[in-house]
């Protein structure tokens, strides 16, 4: 008994760094929320300025910037997940199923390698590949007319999204198709017999046993990638962002960005960035429970 | 037939694959030592030519790239072992059965993945605490990556016999020997896995540095680039000063080859590093998402 409580404090001690570094850099700045409810005071710092209500919330809400931003961050994060994230799934069953190991090898340490570019070289590969003057890409896509001559994929507002997407797939597919590989590899192989005993052929063994083997991993991606559907990847829409693109690559964090740092609103940007953590934590809420009633699966 | 049918599809799917992600990458590393007028004519397309080095040249003797590189290598280096020294001991204790405290520690750790204060009030504790614009705010921002927690602890959890810890303890042996000297000489694997998510997150942070950092000589290599590859800012002045008007446009005539070049130069450490680390993904990423 004596030697069970010197090994708590034992643990208490090896578990303090990670819980002081918690309690300053996470709960910390959670304490500091209530900065989107005062008129921040550069002479009282934190939470000294007074109470100001929901006032900034409002003038966020009324603002000519409310919808726009919103607007982008729903579009982006909705084409993100509707395209991105079959992808990955559909990825790992091509895999899963090739037999020639070297290919199988050579195919997933090439698929994974863009997950290691860094987004400032991503988007400086996007403008060199989609230079309408000189981009190999630009000249491919306009050559087999996959995409109207007349386009400027980096300067137009309706190409934005798409070349935000599709990039971003290029980008992880590879790298998240990982967990699914994962997971399929868990399959017994007693369960690939038995179906070609029945009957089988590959097609019905890839919706009756694979896909059902991994469809609990699929549902808690699901539900994360839910949950941060609206906290769109700041990185790349700031780097990706110029003029002619504004209108539609504004998004909510870009916008704090923006209006908080860059021109001191510390109350206003705290505000808009607290209204993004809600609605995106609410989203995940919502995706959990719908996950926990219809399969039983949940996070929590 | 439907499945000759599938093996053709999953054919079909795997090479077109390979090559839309693997072209790109082959035609930046052609392209970086290629003349680049060639480039700009869409010549290079599967061979380089007429092969020159003048990208990696003007590269080495930039002052900033250097300078850059130095500060993102003490970033990630010291970055990343504050991350595993924090990391490994927290997540030992967490994936013991015997700490009750866990069942509320991991709850609150758990709730800020989902739930954080924003940019604005991360903003000003690092000002209030005065790290601002100091090298600290590079390597303690993020020391704890809730996500690389919960799979090191899960790792800890499942593939680490108790009866190893039960003998140790009849040995005398406390948590914290037990930890150096059995736990992580076993967990190699998950290690080198966290190691690698951490080390990537330092050497390509760019949103941290943007928003902390405003001295020159503390950038990183990511800000660098950014100046170099997107705003242009590149060589244009950099290989005009002094040479007359004539030289800068003799650099801006390359600035596409130089941008090849710093492309390959600043992804290369990342790219020779992980194929070593590659057959502990499966493993790792798999431990820590399903079963966490």
Same mark, same amino acid.
């Given at each position: 008994m004596k030697s069970m409580q010197k090994g708590n404090y034992q643990l208490w001690i090896l578990v303090l760094p990670a819980l002081i570094y918690i309690a300053v850099f996470a709960y910390g700045p959670m304490y500091g929320i209530q900065l989107a409810f005062r008129d921040f005071d550069f002479s009282k710092g934190f939470t000294g300025g007074d109470w100001a209500g929901f006032k900034y919330f409002e003038q966020y809400f009324n603002s000519p910037m409310f919808w726009p931003t919103l607007r982008n961050t729903f579009v982006i994060a909705f084409f993100s997940i509707l395209l991105g994230f079959p992808m990955p799934i559909l990825l790992a069953l091509v895999i899963n199923s090739i037999k020639n190991n070297k290919y199988k090898r050579i195919l997933q340490t090439t698929v994974y390698m863009?997950?290691?570019?860094?987004t400032v070289v991503m988007v400086a590969l996007l403008q060199i590949l989609l230079s309408p003057s000189t981009g190999v890409l630009d000249l491919f896509l306009k050559t087999f007319h $996959? #995409?109207?001559?007349? #386009?400027n994929l980096l300067g137009n507002p309706s190409a934005f999204v798409p070349v935000y997407v599709l990039s971003g797939i290029w980008q992880v597919c590879g790298w998240n198709s990982i967990i699914f590989i994962a997971a399929l590899s868990t399959v017994e192989t007693q369960l690939y017999d038995a179906a070609k005993i029945d009957g089988a052929n590959r097609w019905q063994i890839v919706w009756n046993v694979e896909i059902p083997a991994i469809m609990p991993t699929i549902i808690i991606l699901l539900i994360l990638n839910m949950g941060s559907? $609206?906290? #769109?990847?700041f990185e790349k829409t700031f780097l990706m962002q110029n003029s002619l693109n504004k209108p539609v690559s504004e998004v909510i964090s870009t916008y704090v960005f923006n209006v908080g740092v860059k021109s001191n609103q510390y109350s206003f940007g705290s505000a808009v960035g607290l209204f993004n953590t809600v609605v995106n934590f609410m989203f995940l809420m919502l995706a959990n429970s719908v996950a926990q009633k219809s399969s039983n699966i949940s996070l929590m | 037939m439907a499945d000759r049918l599938y093996r053709l599809v999953v054919i079909v799917i795997s090479i077109f694959t390979f090559v839309v992600i693997a072209y790109p990458l082959y035609f930046i590393v052609i392209a970086s030592f290629s003349n680049s007028t060639m480039v700009n004519q869409g010549d290079v397309i599967f061979f380089p030519k007429g092969i020159n080095f003048y990208g990696y040249e003007k590269i080495f003797v930039d002052s900033r790239i250097w300078q850059g590189y130095l500060n993102t290598i003490i970033y990630t280096v010291f970055g990343t072992l504050l991350n595993l020294v924090i990391t490994i001991p927290a997540a030992y204790s967490l994936s013991r059965r015997e700490f009750r405290a866990r069942k509320i520690i991991m709850p609150l750790f758990v709730f800020t993945m989902y739930f954080s204060g924003g940019m604005i009030p991360t903003y000003l504790l690092f000002r209030d605490l005065h790290l601002l614009n100091t090298p600290w705010v590079m390597i303690i921002n993020g020391a704890v990556s809730v996500y690389n927690l919960i799979i090191t602890r899960t790792f800890f959890e499942s593939s680490i016999p108790d009866d190893l810890h039960e003998a140790a303890l009849l040995d005398g042996c406390s948590h914290f020997r037990y930890l150096a000297s059995v736990v992580t000489p076993l967990s190699k694997a998950v290690i080198s896995v966290i190691a690698l998510y951490y080390a990537v997150g330092h050497w390509n942070d760019f949103f941290n540095p943007l928003l902390y950092l405003n001295s020159d000589h503390l950038q990183p290599l990511q800000i660098i680039l950014r100046n170099i590859l997107l705003s242009n800012q590149a060589f244009a002045d950099g290989a005009g000063s002094g040479a007359g008007a004539g030289a800068g446009s003799y650099a801006q005539q390359y600035a596409d080859q130089i941008k090849f070049a710093v492309i390959i130069v600043s992804t290369v450490p990342l790219l020779v590093v992980y194929p070593f680390i590659q057959k502990y993904f499966e493993k790792g990423v798999m431990i820590g998402a399903v079963k966490g």
């Open positions: 863009p997950y290691f570019i860094s $996959l #995409v109207p001559a007349d #386009v559907m $609206l906290s #769109v990847g | -």
